[in-house]
C-alpha cells in the first residue's frame, strides 16, 4: 500500500528502554482521624440481616487510631488497601501526576448507611451477597499478600458471606508494567440451596464542576426498574455531567442501551480521568450514584468526611440494576446463585490524563479520537507498554494507514494522520485491541426496557416470578405467600411447585418439601430442579436411595448437573463409599473446574489413601483458585498437628467472626460423615454456647463422657451475640435439648426456627421457661414471639429484660413503645424520659421521646428536646426534620387559637428553618412543600385585615384541601409516615 504523510509525537520524549522495577508491597500501620462505631445490638436482629446484628452507637467526637495497610505500588500507580474496614481499596494513586483516581478520605468516619450500620465513603467497596453496603463493609476481613512469580503483587482479601453461605475472595493485582490495577473475583455457593446473588463494586470518585460521567448508553433504569432516556433528559439537561444534575434529590442512574465494555469519569478542567474496564458479560451493569446538590445532599459531605469534599459513586455490577422488588415487575428481575457454582471475573481500573476530551477506552489506554476531514487526529494515554503497529480502516476492512508506534505507560502519544483523500476512518487496530471511533448507532442495543404489553403480573406465572425473585431477596415469607396465590390459580404450574419446594426445605419443613417436588415429578419426571430439591428434601429425610435417584435424574440436566454430582458425592462421602465419592467429584469437576466442594472431597480422600502426589497437586489447584481457603491450612495440621501447622492454619483466620469460619468448616466435615476432623476444627475455634453444643452432639457416640462434659459447659454459657442459622444446628441443639434442661440449647433452636419462619414452633420451644433465667435477650426474644394481641404479656417480658439491664437503652424503648401502645402514654413518656436523661447524647432515645411527645400533644416539650438533640442519621431518615416541623406549626395553631398572631407567624417562620443538627439537610426549594405554611400565613394576615397579603399568600397553596376544617388534621399527619431503613 502506498504510504501517506503522518506526525507521531510522544509527548514525554523519545523511548529507548522499557525497563521497569518490580511491583513492590508494604504493611504497616497508619494513624487516621476515626470516627468510630460502637454499640452492637445484643438482640436477635430481623430476618432480613439475621444471623448478623446492628451496630447503633455512632459519635461525632473523633479519635487517633492505628489502622492496618496494605500498599500496593509500581513505577506508575499505588493502591491502598484497608485489611480491617472490609478490605476496601482505600484510594489509588497515578504517581505521574501525584493525583488519586479514586476519593481519598482523610478520615475513617463511620456512619449509619450500611446494612449492619457503620460504613465509610470512599475508595473502591466490594459487595458481595445479597445487597449493597454488606455485612462486612466496615469490619475486619481474612487477608494474604504476596509477590507473584511474574513480578506483579497481589493482595487477597476473604470472608464468609453469613446470609448466603457463600465465601467471596478478591484478589487486587497490580503488575510490574501496568499503569492499571485489577480486581479479581471470585465467589463460590457452598451450599447445596440456591441462594440470593447480588454483586456490585462501589467505587467512590471525587467530585468538581467540570466532572463528566463517560457512561454509554441509551437508557438509564432505577432500583425499580423504571426506564427514562440517558444521557439528556426531556428538560435537555445533559445528566452525564455532575453540574446538570442540580435539581430534585439523590440520584441513582443505572445505565445500559449500548454495547460497552468502559465506563469511568473526566474531570475536564484538570484533564484527568479514570477507567473501569471489564468484560462486557462479567460486569453487566454500571451505575452512578449522586448525592443531592442541595443540602439535603451537602449534610452527607459533612457526616462522611471533614476535608475531602463531596463523592459520587460509579458502581459496577453483575445484573444491570441494584433491583429492589418493584424491578420485579419489570424487565428487570433477579437470579439466582446456583448450588456448588462459582464465579470468577476481571476488573481493570486505571487513571488517564493530557488527552483534551476522551472517545474510548480498552485495555490499552485511554483515547480522544478526532475525524477531521481526510486527518485523524489521535490522542492516547497508554497503561501499557506498546511496540506495535497501529492500523487504521474504513468501514469496509480496508487498510488505510499502519505505522509502528512505541510507548510506555501514561506517556501521552500524540498522532495526526492523513488520510487518502474521500476516504473516512472507522476502526483501529493496536495489536491485538481494536475499537471503532467514528459516531453510529452500531453499538445502541435493542433489548426492552419496559414489561410485554399484556404481560399479567396476578396470574399464576407472574405470582411465581414474584415469589421466586422475593426468595432471592432472601424475604421468604413473602415468597411464600405469593407462591401460594401462584399455585390457587394452577396448582400443576410445575416451576411454582419446585419454589414451594425450596421454600419448604428452608423452613426445615421437609414432608412438605418432598410432597411438592414429588408433585412436580408427577408432571415432568425429568425436569431438572424438581428432581435435585426432590434429592434435597429426602436426603434431610433420610431416604436414601430417593435422594439418589433425585439427584442422578437431576444430573441430566446441564444447569444442575455439577451440584447434582457434588450432591452424590458428598453422599456417597458420607456412606464411606468413598470410590463413588471420588468418581462423582471429578464428575462434578468436568462441570466446573472451580468447584471447591469437589476439589476438597478429592484433597480430603487422597489423604485418606496416602497419596501425598495427589494431595500436593489438589492443594496447588485450590490455593490457585483461592490462596485463603482455610481447609487446606487444616488438612495440613491435621495430617501433622505441630503448633507451627496449627499456627499456619489459624493465623490467616482474621475476620471480624473468626468462630463462623470453624464452625462452617467444621460442619462440612461432620457433613460427610468425618466427625473426628470436624471436632479437631471446632476444638481449635474460639468458644460459645453453639460450638460447645456442636462439640457435645459430634461426640455422642465416640465419646459419650466427654460429651457429657461439653454439654454441662454449653448449659453453663453466657449465649452473649449467639445467633445460630443453619440446619445443622437445628439437629445438633435439638439432641442437647432433649439430652439436657438448660435453657440455652432451646433458646438457640427457638432463634434458628424463628428464623426460618416458623414462629410458633420456636414459641413452643422455649415456653416451658419461667422467669428465673439471668440473659435480657431471651425476655426480649420471647415478647417478639408473642401474639401482638398478647401486649401485655409482651410488655411483661419486656420489663423482665429492662430489670436484668437497667442501664439498656434498648429495653427502655421496647418497654415505653409497649406501654404507649397500651394507651399508658403518660407513664410510656415518663419512663422513656429517664432513659434519655442518663444520656441525653443518645438520640435515638430522644427521637422516640419526641415522637411521644408530639402524639401526645405536648409540643413545647418536644421543641425543648429538638433545639438540643444531635442526630446523626441512617441514609433516608426524615423523621428528626418532620418531628421539628409539626411541632412549629403546631404551636403556631396554638398561637392563632390565642390570637397572638405575632407568636404564630414566628414558630410559622421557624417551621420553615432546617436545622443542621437534625440531620436532614435542605431540598431544592421545588421539593419542598410549604402549603401548610402558606396556608396558615394567609390566616393570619385575614385575620389581622392584611387582605392584599393573605391573597398572595393564598396563590402560593396548591394543596385546596387545606380548610378551616381540615388543616390541624393535615399538621398531624406530617409525622404519620415514619423512617424505615432500608436493610
Known sequence: MSKYYFTLFIVLGSITAYA?????????????TTYPFSDPDPVPSAKKIYPYYRFDGFTTEAVEKEWKVVLL?????????????????????????????????????????????PWVSGGIEANYGIIGHTPNSATPVDYLVRQNEDGSVSCFTSTLDLLTRTRWTME????????????????????????????????????????????????SIGHGGEASEWSVDELGRDLSYYEQNAFGGSKSYHVLGEHSKYFGALWEDDDFGMIHYSKREDKLGKKIFLWAQSEEGQIWEDLLTDESGQYVEIQSGRLFNQNDFQSSLTPFKQIGFTPYSSENWTEYWFPFKGLNGFTNANLLGAYNVKNDGNA???????????????????????????????????????????????????????????????????HQLSRPVEIAEGFQENEAYGLYLQGRDLARFRNYEE?????????????????????????????????????????????????????????????????????????????LTSELRNASYTALSQKYMKQREFGLAGEYAFLALKNNIENI???????????????????????????????????????????????????????????????ETFLELGIWYANLGLLKEAIAVIELSPENSETLYWLAWLNKDQNPEQSKTYLSQAGQTNPDFVFPFREESAIALAWAAEEDDAWQASYLLALIHDYRGNGDKAMETISQFGEDIAFAPFYVFRSRLLDNQDLKSKLHNVAL???????SWRYGV????????????????????????????????????????????????????????????????????????ETKLMLAHSAMEKRNFKEALKKIDEAEIWPKQLGVGKPFPGSIDANLENWMRSRIYSETGKVQQSRDMLEKVTNKEISDSTYVGLIKAITSKTDRRLF
Open 20 to 32: 521497569q522495577g518490580e511491583a513492590t508491597f508494604k504493611e504497616f500501620y497508619k494513624s487516621y
Open 73 to 117: 505500588e509500581n513505577d506508575y500507580i499505588s493502591v491502598q488497601i484497608m485489611p480491617e474496614i472490609g478490605g476496601k481499596v482505600w484510594t489509588a494513586m497515578d504517581k505521574t501526576s501525584g493525583k488519586d483516581f479514586f476519593y481519598n478520605n482523610e478520615v475513617v468516619k463511620f456512619r449509619d448507611i450500611a446494612m449492619r450500620g
Open 172 to 219: 487486587i493485582n497490580l503488575e510490574k508494567d501496568k499503569a492499571y490495577f485489577t480486581t479479581r473475583s471470585f465467589w463460590f455457593n457452598s451450599t447445596g440451596m440456591e441462594q440470593p446473588y447480588y454483586s456490585w463494586m462501589n467505587a467512590g470518585i471525587p467530585v468538581g464542576k467540570s466532572l463528566k460521567f463517560l457512561y454509554p448508553g441509551t437508557h
Open 376 to 442: 485523524l487526529t489521535i490522542r492516547m494515554n497508554p497503561v501499557q507498554v506498546i511496540q506495535d503497529s497501529l492500523k487504521v480502516f474504513n468501514r469496509e476492512g480496508l487498510e488505510l494507514k499502519a505505522v509502528y508506534l512505541e510507548a510506555k505507560p501514561m506517556q501521552l502519544v500524540e498522532m495526526t494522520l492523513d488520510l487518502p483523500s474521500g476516504e473516512k476512518a472507522f476502526k483501529i487496530e493496536l495489536g491485538r485491541h481494536s475499537l471503532t471511533f467514528e459516531e453510529n448507532d452500531d
Open 479 to 555: 415468597a411464600e405467600k405469593k407462591i401460594n396465590e401462584s399455585l390457587e390459580i394452577d396448582p400443576f404450574l410445575l416451576p411454582s411447585l419446585v419454589e414451594m419446594a425450596k421454600l419448604k426445605i428452608f423452613r426445615m419443613e421437609y414432608d412438605s418439601a418432598f410432597y411438592y417436588s414429588k408433585k412436580a415429578l408427577s408432571i415432568d419426571t425429568y425436569d431438572g430442579a424438581a428432581n435435585y430439591y426432590y434429592g434435597q428434601a429426602a436426603d434431610r429425610l433420610g431416604l436414601t436411595f430417593d435422594a439418589l435417584d433425585g439427584f442422578e435424574v437431576a444430573s
Open 597 to 659: 466442594d469437589a476439589l476438597s472431597i478429592l484433597l480430603v480422600l487422597s489423604r485418606i489413601d496416602g497419596d501425598d502426589v495427589q494431595m500436593r497437586e489438589l492443594k496447588g489447584r485450590i490455593q490457585e483458585i483461592n490462596p485463603l481457603n482455610h481447609l487446606v491450612r487444616f488438612e495440613d495440621y491435621y495430617l501433622n498437628p505441630s503448633d507451627e501447622n496449627r499456627q499456619l492454619f489459624t493465623q490467616l483466620i482474621q475476620n471480624e467472626m473468626p468462630l
Open 801 to 807: 429484660a429492662a430489670r436484668l439491664n437497667p442501664d
Open 814 to 885: 421496647l418497654k415505653s413503645r409497649l406501654m404507649y401502645q397500651m394507651g399508658n402514654q403518660s407513664e410510656a413518656v415518663n419512663e422513656l424520659h429517664r432513659y434519655f436523661q442518663k444520656n441525653r447524647k443518645n438520640y435515638i432515645v430522644g427521637l422516640e421521646l419526641v415522637r411521644m411527645l408530639v402524639g401526645t400533644e405536648q409540643y413545647k416539650t418536644a421543641e425543648k428536646i429538638l433545639a438540643n438533640i444531635h442526630v446523626l442519621p441512617f441514609e433516608g431518615a426524615t423523621g428528626a426534620r418532620r418531628y421539628y416541623r
